[in-house]
């Protein structure tokens, strides 16, 4: 990798120079729109990102929520809020428009996501004389289709996927196509975006079939189905270039991003600069990026997205993104800028605030920059989304070198209305290695309880060999899938850390005073010495119980000792004590000192030890199941995730294989395709398309073996 070396003088003294007085001396002499009061058309992070900025500029801010975001943290944030009502609301660009006139506002900021690629709401902000803090309308039209911005792009120079893009959309033709281009290939929407309406066909034989899936996702998600087919390109990296453009006809490059690390087609690890890149490459794809936003005319931010081919070094343009991205925050940590001031700097019809070569400096000076998406969604059952209440939210320390970007706090909801991604973490350090070795770290200090989340998943990338050597690829997560899910079972001192939690719990409960401090010990245990058993059980990550459960009995022996037995094996003298305010439970075993957060929820416990999670249970013994005769409800097939069902491919009376689609759901903009368990005869279809359905609802119900 490219050895960087930071400069602290130099990098102080051009941080200093930069913005405040390049901001007063630019504007001033050529501002025509002054803003000092902006809405913000967008929810979480984003919202609260660009809020920040625009205060720091005693630009005030009008933010909008829906009802499901009432007490968000976004729409908290300002003491002017609107609300919009039902939770589709962030798209009713009409009704935002006129609340911004009401509201006195100059200007509008779209965020990503939601109108911020619409040109139709673009022009309408410029038509009712609100400045759109984003591209010309006609920018954002001609890249918003990903057919029309290939031709635009061939004709500037830029090299593009081989792939037809035309507008003859009959499927035989489709396939023609592809058949010209050799398999496999790629199907995307044209208007798609997320990730979204896109399928690989491998063979001709199963053209067809992805076709039909990939347009249907198109249309829920897009409301269009033209699809475009090209090459689909093997080992990919996903490299991209940061652009920016003012109205004076100033452009540049703010570095590349390497986002090669997804799973769906969507980005969870960004990074700049982009590994093992060569200087020629990566001075050309800068290069190409701004001849890109020239060719259109751009203004303002904009990211240039290159598919680069690992087997040939070649790179070809795949799309623009004419907004600011969800990883802009990798860039402004390797070139020490605030983005969204630049945008509004732009937007005020301002200069640029550094040319390219100063940029170029920067860059060299700054190290290395990574972002990990943290989402509610569980890695183990393919990245399905979660949602539901945060129960406990601890973030790392930020610092000038670790931030966190949330829209999140302890108490809030993750609403299964919106994108589950609860915050962005990113790390600069002087190489890319100390890079990761620091986002490791923090990821160790991050605790989210309540849905589940990619976290662990996130920590397993950190220490994976191939990841710390630079070899990405977009297939990553697939390439090393053996690797990043060998399931880690708890510890025995994690069920007796559990079980500590819960003796301990219940005295402070006892106690009258839950939230008595200095941390409660056994003095509380009553009168004489008490003994406690637990039946824990790990909840499976990928939902697929082995129904063995491990007995923990908890012995006092003195005033806060304990002998911890756990499955017949006992720690003797534990000393342990639980702080309510901290929810830690402290325990000194004979070999060791451990120390957990601990989260109880019903029968739900989420622990944190040694900055691992470890999500448990409680169940009943074995002869109490029985006693009350708990049966097992393997037979009917459960929602994933809170839903809608869009398709039921089966009735009652059917007989089903192993694997055979059974209902399609769609959770988040999502579809998903819930599968049979196993062979069988459906008995009954429990819930209808359209129907809106919590996580945990049957879905379909098996007939009985007996019945059979
Ligand atoms: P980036 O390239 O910045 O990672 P993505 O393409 O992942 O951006 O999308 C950014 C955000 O916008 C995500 O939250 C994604 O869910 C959302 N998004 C992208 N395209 C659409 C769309 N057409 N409709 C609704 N949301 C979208
Ligand atoms: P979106 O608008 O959803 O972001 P993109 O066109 O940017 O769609 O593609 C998203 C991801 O899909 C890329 O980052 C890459 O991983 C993969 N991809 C796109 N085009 C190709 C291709 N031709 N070959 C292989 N992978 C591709
Ligand atoms: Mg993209």
């Known amino acids: 990798m490219r050895a960087i070396h930071r400069s602290k003088h130099l990098s102080r003294k051009l941080l200093n120079a930069s913005p405040h ?18 809405l913000i058309a967008n929810r979480g992070e984003i919202a609260l990102r660009v809020g920040r900025t625009a205060s720091e500029f005693g630009i005030r801010t009008t933010t909008l929520y829906t009802d499901p975001d009432a007490r968000s943290q976004h729409a908290l944030s300002s003491p002017f809020a609107v609300n919009l009502g039902e939770p589709s609301a962030y798209l009713d660009g009409d009704r935002i428009i006129q609340i911004a006139k009401e509201q006195g506002c100059q200007g509008i900021h779209p965020g990503y996501g939601f109108l911020s690629e619409n040109p139709t709401f673009a022009r309408k902000c410029t038509e009712a004389g609100l400045t759109f803090i984003g591209p010309p309308w006609k920018a954002i039209e001609a890249m918003g289709s990903k057919s029309e911005s290939k031709d635009i792009m061939i004709a ?13 959309q009959d499927p035989e033709h489709l396939k023609d196509e592809a058949a010209k281009i050799g398999y496999p290939v790629l199907l995307k929407a ?16 199963e053209f067809f079939d992805q076709l039909n899936s990939a347009k249907s996702e198109a249309r829920n998600s897009f409301g269009d189905e033209v699809m475009l087919v090209e090459k689909y390109i093997t080992t990919p990296r996903h490299i991209e270039v940061q652009v920016f453009a003012d109205s004076h006809g100033n452009c540049v490059a703010l570095g590349e991003r390497d986002c090669s690390i997804q799973r769906r087609h969507q980005k969870i690890l960004e990074e700049s600069p982009a590994p093992h890149l060569k200087e020629e490459i990566r001075q050309d794809i800068w290069e190409k990026a701004r001849a890109a936003a020239l060719a259109v005319k751009y203004e303002g931010a904009g990211t240039v997205e290159f598919i680069f081919d690992n087997d040939t070094g070649e790179f070809f343009f795949m799309e623009m993104n004419t907004r600011l991205q969800v990883e802009h925050p990798v860039t402004e940590m390797v070139t020490g800028e605030d983005l969204v001031r630049w945008q509004l700097i732009v937007a005020e019809g301002g200069k640029l605030p550094l040319t390219q070569q100063e940029i170029e400096q920067r860059i060299a000076e700054r190290g290395a920059a990574i972002e990990a998406r943290i989402y509610a969604e569980n890695p183990d059952m393919n990245f399905i989304p979660d949602s539901g209440l945060l129960l406990h939210l601890k973030k790392p320390t930020p610092s000038d070198t670790v931030r966190i970007d949330a829209g999140f706090v302890a108490g809030d909801e993750v609403s299964s209305h919106y994108d589950p991604m609860i915050a962005k973490l990113i790390v600069q350090g002087p190489t890319r290695e100390a890079a990761i070795q620091k986002l490791r770290a923090a990821l160790e200090e991050y605790e989210v309880a309540g849905p589940i989340t990619n976290i662990e998943f996130l920590k397993k990338i950190c220490v994976s060999p191939d990841f710390i050597a630079g070899d990405v690829e977009t297939g990553y997560i697939q390439k090393h899938h053996d690797e990043l899910f060998t399931p880690e079972p708890p510890a025995p001192e994690i069920y007796a850390q559990a079980a500590l939690g819960l003796a301990l719990q219940e005295i402070a409960a006892s106690n009258g005073d839950p939230f008595a401090s200095p941390p409660v010990t056994a003095a509380g245990f009553g009168t004489g010495y008490q003994q406690r058993g637990y039946n824990i059980v790990e909840i499976p990550a990928d939902g697929k119980s082995t129904g063995s459960s491990t007995a923990v009995q908890i012995r006092q022996t003195g005033p806060s000792t304990f002998d911890a037995t756990v499955d017949g094996n006992t720690y003797p003298s534990v000393t342990a004590s639980f702080s309510p305010s901290s929810n830690t439970i402290t325990a000194f075993y004979p070999h060791t000192r451990l120390a957990s957060t601990f989260i109880r929820d019903g029968d739900r416990l989420t622990l944190f030890t040694q900055g691992k999670q470890h999500r448990l249970q409680l169940s009943l013994p ?87």
């Open 156 to 168: 500037a120079g830029v090299p593009c996927i081989p792939g037809y893009h035309g507008s003859n």
């Open 622 to 708: 074995k002869w109490a199941e029985k006693a009350l005769g708990v049966k097992d409800v393997t037979n009917s097939v459960l929602a994933p995730m809170p839903c809608k069902v869009l398709r039921v491919e089966v009735k009652g009376g059917d007989e089903v294989g192993k694997d055979q689609p059974l209902v399609v759901i769609e959770s988040m903009k999502m579809e998903t395709v819930i599968r049979s368990p196993h062979d069988g005869v459906i008995g009954r279809v429990v819930h209808g398309v359209g129907d809106i359905v919590k996580a945990g609802t049957a879905l379909v119900e098996f007939r009985d073996e007996a019945e059979k």
């Open 190 to 205: 044209v208007k798609g975006g997320g990730g979204k309406g896109m399928r690989i066909v491998n063979r001709p034989e």
């Open 21 to 38: 007085t390049r901001r007063s001396s630019t504007v001033a002499a050529s501002s025509t729109k002054p803003l000092t009061s902006v």
